[in-house]
Structures are given as structure tokens and as C-alpha cells.
């Protein structure tokens, strides 16, 4: 009975060696996967990066030098004044709930000084894109009164920018943005 055993193997591996041999082509490789920029999940400290580089937005004058998107600090210019904003000194954390991005700012009257923006997400899979920052960045009281706003708004349009970026990447639309064991968590309806 033993032997009637491996006759039949070895019968059958005969018989799907030549079937494979004769009729099947070799597997083609699938689609590569495209390359994903904005991961599911962000620990904080690989979130410094991605802001700094939408922070930094592109040149707004035509003579500005190529490569702009990799500078460590951008001048902000509004209704006549001018900040620096020092891209290389981001930092960001999670505290509970709540996402802290710290980033120094310089004028001339205040010098360089540090404002924390603290932005409470969704908490649940299911939330809407949704953030929820104080009426002022916490620090410096004068820098904050007047650039608060527009780092708080630039924070948002740089988070809103990898979240549309982290839907797009899986043919999807942006769903929500959760803090999730200690790391920001995007999610996507409809992700393939």
C-alpha cells in the first residue's frame, strides 16, 4: 500500500510538471505598488519632516533658488512685516490625546522664540477630519499675538495637505485623523 502511494505521487507530479511545463507561462509580475509617501501611521517624531516641507510651501518670487522645499527656514511676509520660521527647529510629540508642534519663530523685535501649537484630532476611527487647536499658540506672548494665526492655519493646511495626500495614494478619500497608541493615524473610506 506504501509503494501504490508514492506511484500515485510520483504519477501526479509527472502529470502537473508537463501540464505546467506545457501550458502555463510563467507568473508575470503585478503591478509595482506605487510608493506611499504618507504612511497609515506617523510616530512624532518622523512628523517633523513631512510639516517642515509644506510649511515651507514653494518660492513665491520667480528669481527664487530651486529647491527652496528642502530650506531650513522661510521668511513669512505679511501686511508688511516679516518672521523667519525655522523649519529645522519642528518638533512634535504626543501628550494623551493631543499632538504638540513646536517650531521657533524670529523677528526683530522679539528675536527667536519657540510657540507650541497643540491640535486635539479626532479620537475615534470614525471621527471626521477633524482639528482642534487653542485660540493662540502657546509662548512668546507678542510673536504669538501676531503669527499665531498663520502658523495655526499653515499647521492645518500641512496636516490637510498629508491627509489628502494619504487618500489620494490609495485611491481613496480622506476620513479621518486620529491619535492612536502614541502616533498620528490617518484613515481613508474606500482605501484599496
Given at each position: 500500500?506504501?509503494?501504490?502511494?508514492?506511484?500515485?505521487?510520483?504519477?501526479?507530479?509527472?502529470?502537473?510538471?508537463?501540464?505546467?511545463?506545457?501550458?502555463?507561462?510563467?507568473?508575470?509580475?503585478?503591478?509595482?505598488?506605487?510608493?506611499?509617501?504618507?504612511?497609515?501611521?506617523?510616530?512624532?517624531?518622523?512628523?517633523a519632516p513631512l510639516l517642515g516641507v509644506r510649511i515651507a510651501g514653494?518660492?513665491?518670487?520667480?528669481?527664487?533658488?530651486?529647491?527652496?522645499?528642502?530650506?531650513?527656514?522661510?521668511?513669512?511676509?505679511?501686511?508688511?512685516?516679516?518672521?523667519?520660521?525655522?523649519?529645522?527647529?519642528?518638533?512634535?510629540?504626543?501628550?494623551?490625546?493631543?499632538?504638540?508642534?513646536?517650531?521657533?519663530?524670529?523677528?526683530?523685535?522679539?528675536?527667536?522664540?519657540?510657540?507650541?501649537?497643540?491640535?486635539?484630532?479626532?479620537?475615534?476611527?470614525?471621527?471626521?477630519?477633524?482639528?482642534?487647536?487653542?485660540?493662540?499658540?502657546?509662548?512668546?506672548?507678542?510673536?504669538?499675538?501676531?503669527?499665531?494665526?498663520?502658523?495655526?492655519?499653515?499647521?492645518?493646511?500641512?496636516?490637510e495637505d498629508m491627509a489628502r495626500t494619504h487618500a489620494d495614494e490609495?485611491?481613496?478619500a480622506a476620513k479621518a485623523l486620529v491619535i492612536a497608541d502614541g502616533?498620528?493615524?490617518?484613515?481613508?473610506?474606500?482605501?484599496?
Amino acid at each position: 500500500m506504501r509503494r501504490g502511494k508514492r506511484a500515485v505521487l510520483a504519477w501526479l507530479r509527472k502529470v502537473l510538471d508537463s501540464a505546467r511545463d506545457e501550458h502555463c507561462e510563467p507568473p508575470r509580475p503585478g503591478p509595482a505598488e506605487p510608493p506611499r509617501t504618507i504612511p497609515d501611521r506617523i510616530a512624532p517624531e518622523a512628523l517633523a519632516p513631512l510639516l517642515g516641507v509644506r510649511i515651507a510651501g514653494t518660492p513665491a518670487s520667480v528669481g527664487a533658488p530651486e529647491g527652496g522645499r528642502d530650506a531650513r527656514a522661510v521668511v513669512w511676509v505679511d501686511c508688511g512685516d516679516e518672521v523667519i520660521v525655522h523649519l529645522d527647529s519642528i518638533k512634535t510629540a504626543v501628550a494623551s490625546d493631543v499632538l504638540l508642534i513646536a517650531i521657533d519663530l524670529e523677528s526683530d523685535d522679539t528675536g527667536r522664540q519657540t510657540l507650541v501649537v497643540p491640535i486635539a484630532p479626532g479620537t475615534r476611527a470614525d471621527d471626521e477630519l477633524t482639528l482642534v487647536t487653542e485660540d493662540v499658540p502657546r509662548g512668546h506672548a507678542e510673536i504669538a499675538a501676531r503669527w499665531g494665526r498663520i502658523l495655526q492655519d499653515a499647521i492645518f493646511a500641512a496636516i490637510e495637505d498629508m491627509a489628502r495626500t494619504h487618500a489620494d495614494e490609495r485611491q481613496a478619500a480622506a476620513k479621518a485623523l486620529v491619535i492612536a497608541d502614541g502616533a498620528l493615524a490617518f484613515r481613508a473610506e474606500g482605501a484599496v
